[in-house]
């Protein structure tokens, strides 16, 4: 007689059961009633809520009857410990802003308990806004490590580079090598990645980019560096080099798969073009650009190009907020607005930039960015609770344009469970509030 016994629930570790799913891969799909099956930190399965409870006998079951899960938000480009000078140098154009105001303060106050007090302050902000992984580029990435560590938080750690000296190292040679070593010391840490990080074609020379184009390549990292972001940089790079700065590091071989153009504001047409053909990303950055009056970078042609274009929001400085939901929702309405066309940058693809575009452009699209079979757990649940949510009639759409951070309910790291009900788990607000308060007395004096 045949055994019509049903298989025996298979042991994992963790089964997510949310109202609705956005995996962002397949592409423009929302999931009802599904369930994410979790094991050692990765998904295994994403598949309708009743087969799951048949298949899987999970150690732990957690209900999110009324919320949105979405992958988590990938912030392609911030200086993490810059959280410290919140606000501290306003409503100043960059030039201004960098050399009258955070430069001087810098050298005042940078050090490795500066780095590591604003990363964390940074990566709890972030993390309770549903990041779960940032692209950093600021000095002692060590420290930048080390707190992102200690909250269980996922980052891509920049080897920075210029040419001047400061309180981390005395010139490009010395950034570069003590980069390097953070890299061989750390790179066996699962939450870590790295990038090199050369700050801009106006703070490095020519002789350092090629050194670091091989380094890349060798490597196989992203090279992650600011272009593009004023008008005044590119007029100074076509008096010292007779060329824009695009131009230029075309010309030296950067421009390729593993460059992350961040700002990108300023490009002709033909340098779109050259972007898309060679496979380049961008980090934009709306909300910084704004502040500083920079401009609108041209979000809506670099993807009807082809550009994989992913979202930061730098740093706290020239932002004063980490909140990757609401620069998807500043990203989405200035490609309407600067376009005219209302289907320019729909829910879907603001969503897309945040998560897979940013995984994408650090090389790390297999394992991070959407709701998949194999990839890491990097998930974020949004609570669609209150009256002013309701009613709900397109789950994506309420992610970009109705819910914000403060929806945010858990956060998944790998599997593990960073912020619930709003709440992180691995660090106290009031031992975040007393750094924020000694930082803020240290630079007011």
Avoid at 130 to 135: D, L, S
Avoid at 199 to 223: C, G, M, S
Avoid at 380 to 400: E, K, Q
């Amino acid at each position: 007689m045949a055994d019509h016994r049903l298989p025996d629930p298979v042991p994992i570790d963790t089964l997510l059961l949310p109202r609705w799913l956005i995996p962002v891969e397949p592409a423009n799909v929302v999931l009802d009633d599904h369930a994410v099956a979790i094991e050692s930190g990765k998904i295994v399965a994403v598949l309708p809520r009743g087969e799951a409870l048949q298949r899987y006998a999970p150690r732990q079951t957690r209900e999110l009857p009324d919320h949105i899960l979405i992958p988590g938000l990938i912030n392609l480009h911030t200086h993490a410990a810059m959280a410290l000078l919140k606000g501290y140098a306003d409503d100043r154009p960059l030039q201004d802003w960098l050399q009258r105001h955070i430069w001087p303060a810098e050298t005042r106050l940078v050090s490795p308990d500066f780095v590591r007090d604003g990363t964390l302050l940074a990566c709890a902000e972030m993390l309770r806004g549903g990041t779960t992984c940032f692209n950093d580029m600021y000095f002692f990435p060590r420290e930048t490590a080390q707190a992102a560590l200690q909250l269980g938080m996922r980052a891509s750690i920049g080897m920075t580079v210029m040419e001047f000296p400061n309180a981390y190292a005395h010139d490009a040679e010395d950034y570069l090598n003590k980069g390097l070593a953070v890299r061989d010391e750390l790179r066996d840490e699962p939450l870590l990645s790295f990038t090199l990080a050369p700050h801009a074609p106006y703070t490095v020379n020519d002789a350092t980019f090629t050194r670091i184009l091989t380094l890349a390549e060798q490597l196989d990292v992203p090279i992650h560096l600011h272009v593009h972001e004023t008008l005044q940089e590119i007029s100074d790079s076509q008096a010292q080099y007779g060329l824009r700065p695009l131009e230029r590091l075309d010309r030296l071989g950067l421009v390729g798969p593993n460059l992350i153009a961040v700002h990108a504001v300023h490009l002709t047409p033909g340098e779109i073009d050259l972007l898309a053909r060679h496979g380049s990303s961008v980090a934009h950055c709306p909300a910084s650009n704004l502040k500083l009056g920079s401009g609108l970078a041209p979000s809506a042609a670099l993807l009807d190009a082809g550009v994989n274009v992913g979202i930061g929001t730098d740093g706290s400085a020239s932002n004063n907020r980490l909140d990757m939901l609401g620069e998807m929702r500043l990203a989405a309405l200035l490609a309407k607005g600067t376009t005219g066309r209302a289907d320019c940058w729909p829910a879907h693809q603001a969503l897309r930039s945040a998560t897979l575009a940013g995984a994408r452009a650090l090389g790390l699209e297999r394992a991070l960015g959407s709701i998949e079979a194999g990839k890491h757990a990097d998930l974020c649940a949004l609570a669609v609770t209150s009256s002013d949510h309701l009613p709900c009639f397109d789950p994506a759409s309420h992610v970009v344009h109705v819910l914000g951070r403060e929806n945010v309910s858990h956060v998944w790291v790998g599997g593990e469970l960073c912020v619930e009900n709003g709440v992180l788990r691995n660090a106290s607000d009031d031992s975040l509030r007393v750094i924020g308060q000694v930082w803020q007395n240290k630079t007011q004096g």
